[in-house]
Protein backbone atom coordinates (compact mmCIF):
# COMPACT_ATOMS: atom_id res chain seq x y z
CA UNK A 1 0.00 0.00 0.00
CA UNK A 2 0.82 3.74 -0.40
CA UNK A 3 0.36 5.10 2.64
CA UNK A 4 -3.73 5.68 3.02
CA UNK A 5 -4.01 4.19 -0.60
CA UNK A 6 -4.65 0.23 -1.05
CA UNK A 7 -4.06 -1.20 -4.11
CA UNK A 8 -6.84 -3.08 -5.31
CA UNK A 9 -6.08 -4.19 -8.92
CA UNK A 10 -9.62 -4.87 -10.81
CA UNK A 11 -11.21 -3.77 -7.51
CA UNK A 12 -11.44 -7.53 -6.94
CA UNK A 13 -11.66 -7.41 -3.66
CA UNK A 14 -13.50 -3.54 -3.81
CA UNK A 15 -17.13 -2.88 -3.06
CA UNK A 16 -17.71 0.24 -4.77
CA UNK A 17 -21.26 0.84 -3.84
CA UNK A 18 -24.13 -0.39 -1.58
CA UNK A 19 -27.40 -2.02 -4.22
CA UNK A 20 -30.21 -3.86 -3.59
CA UNK A 21 -30.93 -4.53 -7.26
CA UNK A 22 -28.52 -7.90 -7.41
CA UNK A 23 -27.65 -10.63 -5.80
CA UNK A 24 -25.07 -12.83 -6.12
CA UNK A 25 -23.08 -15.34 -4.41
CA UNK A 26 -20.36 -16.95 -5.90
CA UNK A 27 -19.47 -19.62 -4.13
CA UNK A 28 -22.77 -21.14 -4.25
CA UNK A 29 -23.57 -20.33 -7.36
CA UNK A 30 -26.59 -18.03 -6.87
CA UNK A 31 -27.90 -15.00 -8.78
CA UNK A 32 -31.38 -13.24 -7.83
CA UNK A 33 -32.76 -9.91 -9.35
CA UNK A 34 -34.94 -7.67 -6.92
CA UNK A 35 -34.89 -11.11 -4.38
CA UNK A 36 -36.46 -13.25 -7.17
CA UNK A 37 -34.23 -16.13 -8.63
CA UNK A 38 -32.96 -16.05 -11.68
CA UNK A 39 -34.66 -19.63 -12.60
CA UNK A 40 -37.91 -18.50 -11.38
CA UNK A 41 -37.74 -15.42 -13.34
CA UNK A 42 -36.50 -17.31 -16.52
CA UNK A 43 -39.02 -19.75 -16.26
CA UNK A 44 -42.27 -17.54 -15.88
CA UNK A 45 -41.56 -13.74 -16.56
CA UNK A 46 -41.22 -12.19 -19.57
CA UNK A 47 -38.36 -9.49 -20.20
CA UNK A 48 -39.93 -6.15 -19.88
CA UNK A 49 -41.47 -7.44 -16.75
CA UNK A 50 -37.91 -8.13 -15.46
CA UNK A 51 -36.80 -4.59 -16.92
CA UNK A 52 -39.72 -3.72 -15.02
CA UNK A 53 -38.47 -4.83 -11.82
CA UNK A 54 -34.88 -4.67 -12.12
CA UNK A 55 -35.65 -0.53 -12.29
CA UNK A 56 -38.24 -0.18 -10.09
CA UNK A 57 -38.21 -2.80 -7.20
CA UNK A 58 -41.14 -4.71 -7.66
CA UNK A 59 -42.89 -6.86 -10.46
CA UNK A 60 -45.54 -4.67 -12.16
CA UNK A 61 -49.37 -4.99 -12.04
CA UNK A 62 -50.71 -6.07 -14.78
CA UNK A 63 -51.90 -2.33 -15.47
CA UNK A 64 -48.25 -0.81 -15.00
CA UNK A 65 -46.79 -3.34 -17.73
CA UNK A 66 -49.51 -2.46 -19.96
CA UNK A 67 -48.81 1.36 -19.04
CA UNK A 68 -44.80 0.73 -19.30
CA UNK A 69 -44.63 -0.52 -22.23
CA UNK A 70 -47.55 1.81 -23.61
CA UNK A 71 -44.74 4.31 -22.67
CA UNK A 72 -42.45 2.27 -24.79
CA UNK A 73 -44.37 2.32 -27.80
CA UNK A 74 -45.14 5.90 -27.67
CA UNK A 75 -41.33 6.39 -27.73
CA UNK A 76 -40.20 3.87 -30.31
CA UNK A 77 -39.39 5.94 -33.12
CA UNK A 78 -35.66 7.12 -34.42
CA UNK A 79 -35.60 10.15 -35.80
CA UNK A 80 -34.53 9.55 -39.70
CA UNK A 81 -31.86 11.96 -39.03
CA UNK A 82 -29.90 9.44 -37.43
CA UNK A 83 -29.72 7.56 -40.56
CA UNK A 84 -26.90 9.80 -41.50
CA UNK A 85 -24.78 8.53 -38.90
CA UNK A 86 -25.84 4.89 -39.85
CA UNK A 87 -24.89 5.53 -43.38
CA UNK A 88 -21.32 6.81 -42.78
CA UNK A 89 -20.26 3.04 -41.08
CA UNK A 90 -19.09 1.02 -43.63
CA UNK A 91 -20.71 -2.64 -43.91
CA UNK A 92 -17.86 -4.55 -42.40
CA UNK A 93 -18.04 -1.90 -38.87
CA UNK A 94 -18.45 -4.07 -36.24
CA UNK A 95 -21.93 -3.69 -34.97
CA UNK A 96 -20.69 -2.63 -31.17
CA UNK A 97 -18.84 0.07 -32.90
CA UNK A 98 -21.97 1.78 -34.25
CA UNK A 99 -24.70 0.78 -31.59
CA UNK A 100 -22.51 2.61 -29.17
CA UNK A 101 -21.98 5.25 -31.58
CA UNK A 102 -25.89 5.40 -32.17
CA UNK A 103 -26.66 5.44 -28.93
CA UNK A 104 -24.38 8.52 -27.98
CA UNK A 105 -25.63 9.78 -31.14
CA UNK A 106 -29.69 9.74 -29.45
CA UNK A 107 -28.36 12.44 -26.85
CA UNK A 108 -28.51 15.25 -29.67
CA UNK A 109 -32.11 13.94 -31.03
CA UNK A 110 -33.04 13.82 -27.14
CA UNK A 111 -31.64 16.86 -25.50
CA UNK A 112 -33.98 16.41 -22.80
CA UNK A 113 -32.50 12.90 -21.52
CA UNK A 114 -29.38 14.80 -20.33
CA UNK A 115 -30.14 17.17 -17.33
CA UNK A 116 -32.54 14.59 -15.41
CA UNK A 117 -32.55 14.93 -11.35
CA UNK A 118 -36.50 14.63 -11.20
CA UNK A 119 -37.65 10.79 -10.72
CA UNK A 120 -40.22 12.23 -13.76
CA UNK A 121 -37.16 13.39 -16.05
CA UNK A 122 -35.44 10.09 -14.84
CA UNK A 123 -38.35 8.04 -16.25
CA UNK A 124 -38.94 9.78 -19.23
CA UNK A 125 -35.23 9.35 -20.58
CA UNK A 126 -35.37 5.59 -19.67
CA UNK A 127 -38.23 4.78 -21.81
CA UNK A 128 -37.04 6.79 -24.16
CA UNK A 129 -33.82 4.26 -24.21
CA UNK A 130 -36.45 0.76 -23.63
CA UNK A 131 -37.53 1.81 -26.77
CA UNK A 132 -35.09 3.12 -29.42
CA UNK A 133 -32.41 1.14 -28.31
CA UNK A 134 -34.03 -1.83 -29.97
CA UNK A 135 -34.58 -0.53 -32.87
CA UNK A 136 -30.47 0.80 -33.06
CA UNK A 137 -29.73 -2.80 -32.44
CA UNK A 138 -31.89 -4.02 -35.16
CA UNK A 139 -30.57 -1.57 -37.37
CA UNK A 140 -26.71 -2.55 -36.74
CA UNK A 141 -27.61 -5.84 -38.00
CA UNK A 142 -29.62 -4.75 -41.32
CA UNK A 143 -26.56 -2.63 -42.32
CA UNK A 144 -24.44 -5.67 -42.66
CA UNK A 145 -27.32 -7.32 -44.13
CA UNK A 146 -28.28 -4.77 -46.44
CA UNK A 147 -31.67 -5.00 -45.71
CA UNK A 148 -33.58 -1.34 -45.40
CA UNK A 149 -33.84 -0.44 -41.93
CA UNK A 150 -37.57 -1.63 -39.94
CA UNK A 151 -39.14 0.18 -36.97
CA UNK A 152 -41.06 -3.12 -35.75
CA UNK A 153 -44.60 -3.49 -34.97
CA UNK A 154 -46.61 -2.11 -32.00
CA UNK A 155 -49.00 -4.78 -31.93
CA UNK A 156 -46.37 -7.83 -30.93
CA UNK A 157 -44.76 -7.47 -27.98
CA UNK A 158 -41.24 -5.72 -26.86
CA UNK A 159 -38.89 -9.42 -27.69
CA UNK A 160 -41.10 -10.31 -31.04
CA UNK A 161 -40.78 -7.00 -32.33
CA UNK A 162 -37.34 -7.17 -31.98
CA UNK A 163 -36.86 -10.17 -33.98
CA UNK A 164 -39.15 -8.51 -36.42
CA UNK A 165 -37.10 -5.86 -36.60
CA UNK A 166 -34.19 -8.15 -37.03
CA UNK A 167 -35.51 -10.18 -39.68
CA UNK A 168 -38.72 -9.05 -41.62
CA UNK A 169 -37.85 -9.49 -45.24
CA UNK A 170 -38.24 -5.97 -47.16
CA UNK A 171 -40.96 -8.20 -49.69
CA UNK A 172 -42.22 -11.18 -46.88
CA UNK A 173 -44.30 -11.08 -43.96
CA UNK A 174 -42.59 -11.77 -40.82
CA UNK A 175 -44.61 -14.47 -38.21
CA UNK A 176 -42.52 -14.70 -35.04
CA UNK A 177 -41.99 -18.28 -34.52
CA UNK A 178 -42.77 -18.54 -30.56
CA UNK A 179 -40.15 -21.29 -30.16
CA UNK A 180 -37.69 -18.92 -30.88
CA UNK A 181 -39.39 -15.91 -29.23
CA UNK A 182 -39.49 -17.61 -26.14
CA UNK A 183 -35.55 -18.47 -26.14
CA UNK A 184 -35.03 -14.85 -26.82
CA UNK A 185 -36.73 -13.66 -23.80
CA UNK A 186 -35.22 -16.25 -21.52
CA UNK A 187 -31.44 -15.62 -22.80
CA UNK A 188 -32.18 -11.80 -22.38
CA UNK A 189 -33.68 -11.93 -18.88
CA UNK A 190 -30.56 -14.01 -17.90
CA UNK A 191 -28.87 -10.99 -19.10
CA UNK A 192 -29.82 -8.66 -17.75
CA UNK A 193 -28.05 -7.66 -14.50
CA UNK A 194 -25.00 -8.69 -12.38
CA UNK A 195 -24.30 -6.17 -10.20
CA UNK A 196 -20.68 -4.50 -10.43
CA UNK A 197 -19.37 -6.09 -13.29
CA UNK A 198 -17.16 -4.59 -15.65
CA UNK A 199 -19.74 -2.70 -17.61
CA UNK A 200 -22.30 -1.87 -15.03
CA UNK A 201 -19.28 -0.60 -12.86
CA UNK A 202 -18.79 2.19 -16.14
CA UNK A 203 -22.30 3.29 -16.43
CA UNK A 204 -21.89 3.88 -12.70
CA UNK A 205 -18.78 5.97 -12.85
CA UNK A 206 -19.27 7.37 -15.77
CA UNK A 207 -23.38 8.73 -14.55
CA UNK A 208 -21.72 9.49 -11.35
CA UNK A 209 -20.25 12.92 -13.34
CA UNK A 210 -24.08 13.42 -14.60
CA UNK A 211 -22.83 12.92 -18.31
CA UNK A 212 -26.71 11.42 -18.73
CA UNK A 213 -28.23 8.27 -18.88
CA UNK A 214 -27.82 8.22 -22.64
CA UNK A 215 -24.10 8.92 -22.43
CA UNK A 216 -23.58 6.41 -19.66
CA UNK A 217 -24.74 3.54 -21.52
CA UNK A 218 -23.07 3.96 -24.29
CA UNK A 219 -20.28 4.24 -22.23
CA UNK A 220 -21.21 0.53 -20.79
CA UNK A 221 -21.32 -0.54 -24.46
CA UNK A 222 -17.97 -0.27 -25.33
CA UNK A 223 -16.72 -1.86 -21.85
CA UNK A 224 -18.92 -4.95 -22.55
CA UNK A 225 -17.52 -5.08 -26.09
CA UNK A 226 -13.95 -6.81 -24.79
CA UNK A 227 -13.56 -10.25 -25.27
CA UNK A 228 -13.06 -10.76 -21.73
CA UNK A 229 -16.47 -9.56 -20.97
CA UNK A 230 -19.84 -9.25 -22.97
CA UNK A 231 -17.61 -10.25 -26.08
CA UNK A 232 -16.93 -13.84 -24.73
CA UNK A 233 -19.75 -15.04 -26.30
CA UNK A 234 -18.79 -14.70 -30.11
CA UNK A 235 -15.09 -15.43 -29.36
CA UNK A 236 -16.46 -18.51 -27.70
CA UNK A 237 -17.90 -19.57 -31.06
CA UNK A 238 -15.06 -18.37 -32.76
CA UNK A 239 -13.02 -20.79 -30.52
CA UNK A 240 -15.14 -23.44 -31.02
CA UNK A 241 -15.45 -23.35 -34.75
CA UNK A 242 -11.78 -23.24 -34.60
CA UNK A 243 -11.45 -26.09 -32.69
CA UNK A 244 -13.77 -27.72 -35.14
CA UNK A 245 -11.65 -26.42 -38.25
CA UNK A 246 -8.63 -27.95 -36.76
CA UNK A 247 -10.46 -31.39 -36.48
CA UNK A 248 -12.10 -31.09 -33.16
CA UNK A 249 -8.96 -31.86 -30.87
CA UNK A 250 -10.05 -30.33 -27.83
CA UNK A 251 -7.24 -31.85 -26.19
CA UNK A 252 -4.55 -30.11 -27.79
CA UNK A 253 -6.82 -26.50 -26.74
CA UNK A 254 -7.27 -27.37 -23.58
CA UNK A 255 -3.36 -28.05 -23.53
CA UNK A 256 -2.79 -24.39 -25.29
CA UNK A 257 -5.12 -22.73 -22.46
CA UNK A 258 -2.54 -23.68 -19.74
CA UNK A 259 0.38 -22.85 -21.48
CA UNK A 260 1.70 -19.50 -19.93
CA UNK A 261 3.71 -18.98 -23.08
CA UNK A 262 0.47 -19.33 -24.81
CA UNK A 263 -2.19 -15.86 -24.71
CA UNK A 264 -5.13 -18.08 -25.86
CA UNK A 265 -7.38 -18.61 -22.69
CA UNK A 266 -10.17 -21.04 -23.06
CA UNK A 267 -13.13 -18.43 -24.13
CA UNK A 268 -16.40 -18.92 -21.83
CA UNK A 269 -14.68 -19.92 -19.04
CA UNK A 270 -13.80 -18.73 -15.59
CA UNK A 271 -15.07 -15.68 -13.28
CA UNK A 272 -14.23 -13.31 -11.25
CA UNK A 273 -17.10 -13.55 -8.65
CA UNK A 274 -18.35 -17.13 -10.11
CA UNK A 275 -16.13 -19.78 -8.54
CA UNK A 276 -19.01 -22.37 -8.87
CA UNK A 277 -20.92 -23.22 -11.85
CA UNK A 278 -22.30 -20.09 -13.30
CA UNK A 279 -26.09 -20.76 -13.09
CA UNK A 280 -26.99 -19.01 -15.99
CA UNK A 281 -24.57 -21.20 -18.25
CA UNK A 282 -26.80 -23.81 -16.14
CA UNK A 283 -30.30 -22.36 -17.57
CA UNK A 284 -28.30 -21.77 -20.92
CA UNK A 285 -26.96 -24.82 -21.92
CA UNK A 286 -30.31 -26.75 -21.00
CA UNK A 287 -32.02 -24.20 -23.12
CA UNK A 288 -29.55 -25.06 -26.14
CA UNK A 289 -30.82 -28.42 -26.32
CA UNK A 290 -34.13 -27.60 -25.96
CA UNK A 291 -34.10 -25.17 -28.68
CA UNK A 292 -32.13 -27.13 -31.54
CA UNK A 293 -34.40 -29.52 -30.46
CA UNK A 294 -37.03 -27.85 -31.07
CA UNK A 295 -36.08 -26.19 -34.12
CA UNK A 296 -34.40 -29.12 -35.54
CA UNK A 297 -31.30 -27.40 -36.07
CA UNK A 298 -28.17 -30.09 -35.21
CA UNK A 299 -24.86 -27.60 -34.86
CA UNK A 300 -21.60 -29.44 -34.16
CA UNK A 301 -20.02 -27.15 -31.92
CA UNK A 302 -22.73 -28.02 -29.59
CA UNK A 303 -20.79 -31.36 -29.45
CA UNK A 304 -17.39 -29.36 -29.15
CA UNK A 305 -18.49 -27.24 -26.74
CA UNK A 306 -19.82 -30.21 -24.52
CA UNK A 307 -16.28 -32.19 -24.64
CA UNK A 308 -14.64 -29.36 -23.65
CA UNK A 309 -16.93 -28.55 -20.94
CA UNK A 310 -16.74 -32.16 -19.53
CA UNK A 311 -12.77 -31.86 -19.80
CA UNK A 312 -12.03 -28.77 -18.41
CA UNK A 313 -14.23 -30.03 -15.05
CA UNK A 314 -12.10 -32.93 -15.05
CA UNK A 315 -8.73 -31.06 -15.46
CA UNK A 316 -6.69 -30.25 -12.37
CA UNK A 317 -5.29 -26.64 -13.81
CA UNK A 318 -9.04 -25.97 -14.39
CA UNK A 319 -10.75 -27.13 -11.42
CA UNK A 320 -7.63 -25.96 -9.40
CA UNK A 321 -8.39 -22.47 -10.47
CA UNK A 322 -12.08 -22.84 -10.15
CA UNK A 323 -12.84 -22.09 -13.84
CA UNK A 324 -16.04 -23.36 -15.00
CA UNK A 325 -18.50 -22.85 -17.91
CA UNK A 326 -20.19 -19.24 -17.85
CA UNK A 327 -22.74 -17.29 -19.14
CA UNK A 328 -20.85 -16.80 -22.55
CA UNK A 329 -20.21 -20.51 -23.17
CA UNK A 330 -23.66 -21.65 -24.72
CA UNK A 331 -25.31 -18.66 -25.16
CA UNK A 332 -23.76 -18.32 -28.60
CA UNK A 333 -24.87 -21.35 -29.99
CA UNK A 334 -28.46 -20.83 -29.22
CA UNK A 335 -28.13 -17.13 -30.97
CA UNK A 336 -26.79 -19.19 -33.89
CA UNK A 337 -29.59 -21.67 -33.75
CA UNK A 338 -31.78 -18.37 -34.00
CA UNK A 339 -30.26 -16.66 -37.05
CA UNK A 340 -28.10 -14.41 -35.60
CA UNK A 341 -24.88 -13.80 -36.85
CA UNK A 342 -21.71 -14.26 -34.74
CA UNK A 343 -21.06 -10.70 -34.86
CA UNK A 344 -24.05 -9.49 -33.52
CA UNK A 345 -23.96 -12.09 -29.98
CA UNK A 346 -22.66 -9.13 -27.98
CA UNK A 347 -25.52 -6.49 -28.87
CA UNK A 348 -27.83 -9.37 -27.90
CA UNK A 349 -25.95 -9.46 -24.36
CA UNK A 350 -26.12 -5.52 -24.37
CA UNK A 351 -29.72 -5.76 -25.31
CA UNK A 352 -30.67 -8.14 -22.80
CA UNK A 353 -28.34 -5.83 -19.91
CA UNK A 354 -29.87 -2.51 -20.63
CA UNK A 355 -32.74 -2.96 -17.51
CA UNK A 356 -30.00 -3.88 -15.40
CA UNK A 357 -27.61 -1.04 -16.88
CA UNK A 358 -30.13 1.71 -16.37
CA UNK A 359 -31.36 0.34 -12.86
CA UNK A 360 -28.08 0.66 -11.49
CA UNK A 361 -27.39 4.07 -13.18
CA UNK A 362 -31.13 5.17 -11.49
CA UNK A 363 -30.20 3.60 -8.22
CA UNK A 364 -27.09 5.53 -8.09
CA UNK A 365 -28.71 8.89 -9.32
CA UNK A 366 -30.92 8.53 -6.80
CA UNK A 367 -28.94 7.53 -3.91
CA UNK A 368 -26.75 10.79 -4.79
CA UNK A 369 -23.63 8.64 -5.01
CA UNK A 370 -20.16 11.00 -5.11
CA UNK A 371 -18.45 11.49 -8.69
CA UNK A 372 -16.19 7.94 -8.92
CA UNK A 373 -12.70 8.65 -8.75
CA UNK A 374 -10.32 6.15 -7.21
CA UNK A 375 -6.62 7.06 -5.95
CA UNK A 376 -3.20 5.33 -7.25
CA UNK A 377 -0.16 4.29 -5.77
CA UNK A 378 2.36 6.08 -7.51
CA UNK A 379 5.40 4.34 -9.24
CA UNK A 380 6.74 6.90 -11.33
CA UNK A 381 10.03 9.63 -10.90
CA UNK A 382 10.81 11.76 -8.09
CA UNK A 383 11.18 15.47 -8.64
CA UNK A 384 13.50 16.35 -11.74
CA UNK A 385 14.28 20.11 -13.23
CA UNK A 386 13.73 20.65 -17.03
CA UNK A 387 16.34 19.24 -19.55
CA UNK A 388 17.43 22.02 -22.04
CA UNK A 389 17.03 20.31 -26.01
CA UNK A 390 20.65 20.10 -26.10
CA UNK A 391 21.24 17.78 -23.07
CA UNK A 392 18.56 15.38 -23.41
C1 LIG B 1 -18.78 -11.94 -18.43
O1 LIG B 1 -18.10 -9.86 -14.03
C2 LIG B 1 -19.19 -10.30 -14.53
O2 LIG B 1 -20.17 -10.55 -13.85
C3 LIG B 1 -19.17 -10.48 -16.03
C4 LIG B 1 -20.39 -11.21 -16.62
C5 LIG B 1 -21.66 -10.37 -16.54
O3 LIG B 1 -22.75 -10.96 -16.56
O4 LIG B 1 -21.54 -9.10 -16.58
O5 LIG B 1 -20.59 -12.43 -15.94
C6 LIG B 1 -20.18 -11.52 -18.12
O6 LIG B 1 -17.97 -11.12 -18.77
C7 LIG B 1 -18.40 -13.40 -18.26
C8 LIG B 1 -16.89 -13.65 -18.52
C9 LIG B 1 -16.67 -13.73 -20.05
N1 LIG B 1 -15.20 -13.79 -20.34
C10 LIG B 1 -14.62 -14.91 -20.78
O7 LIG B 1 -15.19 -15.99 -20.89
C11 LIG B 1 -13.14 -14.72 -21.15
C12 LIG B 1 -12.31 -15.89 -20.58
N2 LIG B 1 -12.28 -15.74 -19.11
C13 LIG B 1 -11.19 -15.05 -18.50
O8 LIG B 1 -10.47 -14.15 -19.26
C14 LIG B 1 -11.36 -14.77 -17.01
O9 LIG B 1 -11.77 -15.95 -16.44
C15 LIG B 1 -12.25 -13.63 -16.57
C16 LIG B 1 -11.93 -12.38 -17.27
C17 LIG B 1 -13.69 -13.99 -16.78
C18 LIG B 1 -12.04 -13.44 -15.06
O10 LIG B 1 -10.73 -13.00 -14.90
P1 LIG B 1 -10.08 -12.82 -13.44
O11 LIG B 1 -11.10 -12.97 -12.38
O12 LIG B 1 -9.27 -11.55 -13.49
O13 LIG B 1 -9.15 -14.07 -13.31
P2 LIG B 1 -7.65 -14.16 -13.82
O14 LIG B 1 -7.56 -13.64 -15.23
O15 LIG B 1 -6.76 -13.55 -12.79
O16 LIG B 1 -7.44 -15.75 -13.87
C19 LIG B 1 -7.13 -16.49 -12.67
C20 LIG B 1 -6.32 -17.68 -13.14
C21 LIG B 1 -5.11 -17.27 -13.99
O17 LIG B 1 -4.13 -18.32 -13.89
P3 LIG B 1 -2.91 -18.11 -12.78
O18 LIG B 1 -2.30 -16.75 -13.10
O19 LIG B 1 -3.59 -18.16 -11.41
O20 LIG B 1 -1.99 -19.27 -13.04
O21 LIG B 1 -7.12 -18.52 -13.99
C22 LIG B 1 -6.57 -18.51 -15.31
C23 LIG B 1 -5.65 -17.32 -15.41
O22 LIG B 1 -4.62 -17.58 -16.36
N3 LIG B 1 -7.71 -18.37 -16.20
C24 LIG B 1 -7.87 -19.02 -17.35
C25 LIG B 1 -9.13 -18.62 -17.84
N4 LIG B 1 -9.68 -17.74 -17.00
C26 LIG B 1 -8.80 -17.59 -15.99
N5 LIG B 1 -7.08 -19.92 -17.99
C27 LIG B 1 -7.57 -20.40 -19.17
N6 LIG B 1 -8.79 -20.04 -19.72
C28 LIG B 1 -9.57 -19.16 -19.07
N7 LIG B 1 -10.75 -18.81 -19.60
Known amino acids: TGGLITLDRGFKNTGSCES ?13 YRGYSIEDLAENASF ?5 LLIFGELPSESELNKFYDDIKAESNVDEEMHKILDGFPKSAHPMGVVSSLTNALIAFNPSSVNVESKEDMYNAIIKLLAKFPVLCAWALRKRTGQPLDYGDDSLGYVENVLKMMFKKANQNYEVDPVIASALNKLLILHADHEQNCSTSTVRVVGSSHAGLFASISAGISALWGP ?18 DGGDTKKYMQKAKDKEDPFRLM ?8 NFDPRARIIKKSADDVLGNLGV ?9 GLEKEALED ?6 KLYPNVDFYSGIIYRA ?25 EMRLGKEPIGRPRQVY ?3 KLRSYKPMDQR
Open 316 to 321: DYFVKR
Open 298 to 306: EDPILDIAK
Open 48 to 52: LEVAY
Open 338 to 362: LGIPTEMFTVMFALGRLPGWIAQWR
Open 228 to 245: LHGGANQAVIEMLEGIKE
Open 20 to 32: AITFLNGEEGILR
Open 268 to 275: GFGHRVYK
Open 379 to 381: TGE
